[in-house]
């Protein structure tokens, strides 16, 4: 009779158990955080989408390196505040207030041309004592 009991208390403590468990890590308990600086509406109209295709473009064309494109990303940043799709902040404040120097390109390195470990150790002539 014991063992019926505990079987049937296990029938009834278990799902209590994966109801807690599952409660525990309900999204209701998160709450989400607005944006720092505000809404950023999307471009409905399109009204700034030349200059985003222009920034894009010249993104690609400099392999993703963002301060050739300095002169675009403003413009395409202008373009959103003067279409109230952001706020109106001033450019140094979003970064925008001292040229940025280019760097050289970076060395090539073996590894991005393929580099296999000991590829440069050629067949001994005299070979060891143990082999």
């Known amino acids: 009779m014991e063992l019926i009991e505990t079987k049937l208390e296990t029938q009834?403590?278990?799902p209590q158990f994966w109801q807690l468990k599952m409660s525990h890590f309900s999204a209701s308990k998160q709450k989400p955080k607005p944006p720092i600086n505000g809404i950023f509406p999307l471009d409905h109209f399109a009204s700034c989408k030349p200059y985003m295709e222009t920034y894009k473009k010249c993104l690609r064309a400099s392999k993703?390196?963002?301060?050739?494109?300095?002169d675009q990303s403003k413009v395409y940043l202008k373009c959103r505040q003067d279409n109230a799709l952001m706020a109106d902040t001033p450019l140094e404040e979003l970064g925008y207030g001292y040229k940025v120097?280019?760097?050289g390109e970076k060395k090539e390195r073996k590894e991005d041309k393929g580099f296999t470990a000991g590829a440069h150790i050629k067949e001994r002539k005299n070979k060891g004592w143990f082999w």
């Open 101 to 103: 120097e280019a760097v």
């Open 64 to 70: 993703g390196v963002h301060h050739k494109c300095q």
């Open 12 to 14: 009834f403590y278990l």
